[in-house]
Structures are given as C-alpha cells and as structure tokens.
C-alpha cells in the first residue's frame, strides 16, 4: 500500500514522464521480500532479535542482534530477507548492517540494527545451509566463540563461513 502511495504522489510531480515512471516503479518494486520468517540459531535453537534490554525503548540504530532463548514464534524474532540482499527486522523496518555502516567490517564487530537500509552496505546472502554471509565483506554472521550460547549473546562478523551447525540459522516459515 505504502509503494502504490508514494506511486501515485510522485506520477503527479512536475518532473515525471512516462519513462521516469517506469524507472521509479522498478526501483521500489526491485527491492521485494524474497522470504519472511523467523532466524533461528540451528545449534542451540535460540532466535534472533533485537537486544533484550533495549527492545522496551524501541529499536535504536546500533542495537546489537542477539540470540534469545525461548519461543521463535513473536514479531521481535521476525525478519524479511530483501531481493536487494536486506535483511530487514518487521517490528522495526530497521536492517542487520555492519556498525557505523562501515561497508567493510572487522572480523570483531557485532552486527547491528539500523534505519539506513544502504543494499549495498547491508546487504547479505543466505544459502544453504543457513549461512549468512555478507556481501562485500564475505564475512558470516557468527557467535563470538563456538560454545553453546547463553541469552543475549551478541552475533558477530566472522571470516569463517565454513559449513558447521556453530554457524547456520535457519528461517522457519510463517
């Protein structure tokens, strides 16, 4: 509804033809959700979210992506995966970037929430099985350490994209 809107307002600006139109309509409609669900940790079974003891307050830009024990099934643990790459959080139309939107992260730095959805910056692969890897940088998404991981445990880039049950989410359907 929101893309037929902004449609209609800019068809009416002074600066649209036809082939502008057109442009327009497949630069919004590109960006489409390929699939939605929740991201599950596939070794412990504990979901993404937003950190616990920020989600009260909203979403911020920066807020780590956490693990979070307990039921997948809940609109803070649900996330659109982007044509464009975007890994988009539905409760806060915020995205899984690189902190500072850097667009090439330390194999150190956690991954964070933000309102700046750059596809380029932020913009991820996910294949089978389940690994999530960024696209410039090529790093996954990774727990810090290969251990089992307790509750609010923040989720890293990492170099180490190799297949193993530490590193793969799985998204479980609606």
């Given at each position: 509804m929101a893309i037929i809107t902004t449609l209609v307002v800019l068809k009416w600006g002074p600066f649209c033809d036809f082939?502008?139109?057109t442009y327009l309509f497949l630069i919004l409609a590109a960006d489409?959700?390929?699939r939605t669900?929740?991201?599950q940790h596939r070794k412990s079974k504990k979901c993404l979210q937003p950190k616990e003891s920020i989600v009260d307050n909203g979403v911020q830009d920066g807020t780590p992506l956490v693990l979070?024990?307990?039921d997948c099934y809940q609109e803070i643990s649900l996330f659109r995966l982007m044509s464009s790459g975007l890994v988009r959080h539905v409760a806060s139309a915020k995205c899984l970037c690189p902190p500072n939107l850097v667009a090439r992260p330390s194999v150190s730095d956690?991954?964070?929430f933000h309102s700046k959805c750059n596809s380029t910056i932020c913009s991820f692969r996910y294949f089978p099985p389940g690994l999530l890897q960024h696209n410039l940088s090529s790093a996954c998404l990774n727990l810090k350490d290969l251990t089992d991981p307790a509750?609010?445990?923040e989720?890293?880039?990492?170099?180490?994209c190799a297949n193993s049950n530490w590193r793969a989410f799985s998204f479980l359907g609606m």
């Open positions: 082939k502008n139109w489409t959700p390929v669900g929740y991201l979070q024990g307990g956690k991954v964070v509750d609010n445990s989720i890293y880039f990492k170099s180490d």
